[in-house]
């Protein structure tokens, strides 16, 4: 499983973006990026997920770079209720590894007015 | 469409004790996992169940055990539990073939 490491801790200002940048140098070919945000005392909420390039949704822009080595979850125009803890994982349906996703200490967002 | 449902939402157990925790995965979704997440640390895998036979494991003893049933609920046991058990339980749940795992609000353990 491929191993990923991001930042402790950001703290940001409301309105403003927030970009968290995840390294993976191991990511296998079939592995997709997935963010999730996680308050406390709940389970993590599905973010966004990608492959290649850039994917945006509703909450959140994810941009990878050709050799998918890292990624950058971005958040535009944060609020208080965006503080949270928001970790980057790494897997695949094909080498079955989403069931074992392998969560860090994910990164401590703090938005403060 | 109900997402991942766990119950309950509290426990307070006492060591030695025995606990049984339940997870009800989103409609159309087989494939269920769970985790612990002790305090201020990421969620740790502890298993999966598809087609009602445990097919991945992470680094936890015998004591924990789970099931799966055909209607793709899942039950996680604990058994002997220990101090150090206190912690968020988790189960997320997904369909086959899909890339996208989603997670239930998760049982709050105590061991007292």
């Known amino acids: 499983l491929a191993k990923t490491t991001q930042p402790i801790s950001m703290d940001s200002y409301e309105g403003q973006e927030v970009n968290i940048t995840c390294s993976h140098n191991?990511?296998?070919?079939?592995?997709?990026i997935t963010w999730y945000q996680q308050f406390p005392s709940q389970g993590p909420r599905f973010i966004i997920q990608?492959?290649?390039t850039k994917v945006t949704n509703e909450v959140a822009s994810l941009f990878i770079p050709a050799d998918r080595k890292s990624s950058t979850l971005s958040l535009p125009r944060v609020s208080l209720s965006d503080t949270a803890v928001y970790y980057c994982?790494?897997?695949?349906?094909?080498?079955?590894?989403?069931?074992?996703?392998?969560f860090g200490a994910g990164t401590q967002v703090v938005v403060t007015p | 469409d109900a997402g991942v449902t766990q119950s309950p939402t509290h426990l307070i157990k006492t060591r030695g004790q025995q606990v049984t925790l339940r997870c009800s995965p989103k409609?159309?979704?087989?494939?269920v996992s769970w985790y612990q997440q002790a305090l201020g640390q990421g969620p740790q895998f502890i298993f999966q169940?598809?087609?009602?036979?445990?097919?991945q494991r992470g680094n936890f003893p015998d004591r924990f055990s789970g099931h799966q049933f055909p209607n793709y609920s899942s039950e996680l046991n604990v058994n002997a539990l220990l101090l150090g058990d206190s912690a968020l339980y988790l189960c997320?749940?997904?369909?086959?073939?899909?890339?996208?795992?989603?997670f239930g609000a998760g049982t709050r353990l105590s061991v007292l």
């Open positions: 997320a749940s997904r369909g086959q073939g899909e890339n996208i795992q989603y």
């Open positions: 191991n990511i296998a070919t079939n592995d997709y």
């Open positions: 990608g492959y290649k």
């Open positions: 994982l790494v897997g695949s349906e094909k080498t079955d590894s989403w069931g074992k996703l392998q």
């Open positions: 409609s159309g979704h087989d494939t």
């Open positions: 169940y598809y087609e009602e036979e445990e097919r």
